[in-house]
């Protein structure tokens, strides 16, 4: 006789966008879609907001603050998000978020409109911290990939939309629209993750990714001069010019600061490129460099050299997102050597970099379409190489120290764009703000990020595990 057949309830997947998690994922994806796009529509209307305000000479100060201030809400509200939940760390990046957009939309002055940039770059680093770690508490461990592969789709489309949304709300309603539009857009982000925001639990009895409790203050200290560092040394390379007797001294105090910020927040040896995991943490700032130096001054030399409008100029950055995405693809489905895609990459971005030069040679405004395909390729080399990176630093680390490499990656990430834009903006402040010296300024920045780009390709094989 046999025994009867049963039958089992059929195996139900968790979604993400299941009952139990679906206002909490349509939350965290708003908020990251909104940061992502006030990221991509600053550098489209940067030209015109310079001009308004008479700011070009703070041009790359603009972005660097951004950046500078969200390297060091990152730290702090990792700490904060370990030993007390996210809660808090989120609500307060939520509120300097919104508050940096506003101060920016209202901004009548450039010295107003760059603090308001600092406000924004402490919200949106606190806020995707506090994101990062509501997901390891919220989702269980079997939908966390679902929710990070979503994250990755939340920052492509701004990426490929952004630019010519901003540029067009910037050309009907003005480019203070692009800031006070995405603050009502919050409310429904806040109200999806209240349950989310509730079940936050403390810290205690987790393991900090950012290592014992005893490490908290030197962990703040070191953030804090390492952007502290960061823009003293900025500020003495772009003033160097006109107030050297002040500005030097402080430029080298700036640079003893973010070495000994960069010295505790790195991997042993990693600012002298020692083979495998040091040199792969290095690469992430070198990469984004290297594009990210350029990518911010595209559409200022296409709307002042080649008279683009600003839509145009924008349609250059999406061009670029295309690439990432596609690059980002390949390296998802290829296997071999990590090394040689970082490599690869380096090259792409190195060439992506050297061919937009050619967008303001003298001539016809034909020209300046050539940063389409040169950002193509560049940002092709950036999907391949900055995603390689990033799984590689994993690879390579112990699994107790995989969030700290994971935060030295964005500290190198961060550190790499603010100062390499902040040094082109001093460039552009020594070289002159008339078409002909916006030009020239714009190809020496090409010339030095080319140089990094170059940098990277040839110290792409340390990043090899030693045998």
Known sequence: MTAPKTLDTPY???????????????????????????????????????????????????????????????VVSGLWSDRRGYTLPFLVGVVLFVAGMGLAGAAETKQLFVVARAVQGLGAGSTIVAIYVMIARVYPPVVRPKVFAALSAAWVVPAMVGPAVAGGVSQLWGWRWVFFGIIPLVIPALVML????????????????????????????????????????????????????????????????????????????????????????????????????????????????????VSQAGLALTTGALGWSAGSYLQSVRDGDASRRIRLGAACVMAGVLLTALSVLPGSQLLGWAAVPAWIVAGFGMGIGMTTVSVTALKQSPVNEQGANSAALSVTDMLGSALTIGIGGALVNLIGHDQRQIAVGFVVIVGCMGALGLAATLLAGRTRTPQ
Do not use: C
């Not at 994922?25 to 992502?36: K, M, P, Q, S, W």
């Open 194 to 309: 209240i349950p989310a925001l509730k079940q936050s639990p403390r810290g205690d009895g987790v393991v900090p990714s950012y290592g014992p409790r005893s490490r908290a203050w030197p962990m703040t200290i070191a953030a804090g001069s390492a952007a502290a560092g960061a823009g003293l040394l900025l500020y003495g390379i772009d003033q160097a010019h006109l107030t050297p007797a002040v500005s030097l001294p402080l430029g080298v105090l700036g640079l003893g600061m973010l070495g000994y910020g960069l010295y505790r927040l790195l991997p042993p040896h990693a600012l002298v490129f020692a083979r495998g995991l040091p040199t792969t943490i290095m690469m992430r700032g070198m990469f984004s460099g290297a594009f990210f130096g350029v990518n911010a001054f595209i559409p200022l030399a296409l709307t002042d050299v080649k008279g683009f409008s």
């Open 12 to 74: 139900q997947p968790t979604r993400i966008f299941g009952a139990p998690y679906r206002t909490a994922t349509i939350g965290i994806l708003l908020v990251v879609t909104l940061t992502a796009f006030e990221g991509m529509s600053v550098g489209v209307v940067m030209p015109t907001v310079s001009r308004q305000l008479n700011a070009l000479d703070l041009y790359g100060v603009s972005f660097s603050a951004f950046l500078i201030a969200s390297l060091f809400a990152n």
